[in-house]
Nanobody, 119 residues
């Protein structure tokens, strides 16, 4: 069973920075895509950033220029550097992985780490 464990969330003032990390129980090179989603109270879960096995990166428009996603195969880790944080970035952040296995696509989620930005 794949496990994704997030860390690095917390309380930060607007304009500050946080770095989230996600450690996978398996080699991250086994996943087609990994990344981060977030869910604010009363809202749907939304994509924040993804990175493919080949290194292609995608960001939500709301975080472009402020957030940076990266991966470290040696440490089985995907990270999200978040700068210039705003109140609207407050949410539960989830690590996500997708793996294509033949005709089946498997999705995996972490438990989430809370990010709270105070204004």
């Amino acid at each position: 069973q794949v496990q994704l464990v997030e860390s690095g969330g917390g309380l930060v003032q607007a304009g500050g920075s946080l770095r989230l990390s996600c450690i996978a129980s398996e080699s991250i090179s086994s996943f087609n895509t990994m990344g981060w989603y977030r869910q604010a109270p009363g809202k749907q879960r939304e994509l924040v950033a993804t990175i493919t096995r080949g290194g292609s990166i995608n960001y939500a428009d709301s975080v472009k220029g402020r957030f940076t996603v990266s991966s470290d195969n040696g440490r089985n880790t995907v990270s999200l550097q978040m700068n210039s944080l705003k109140g609207e970035d407050t949410a539960l952040y989830y690590c996500h992985a997708r793996r294509q296995e033949g005709f089946r696509t498997n999705y995996y989620w972490g438990q989430g780490t809370q990010v709270t930005v105070s204004s």
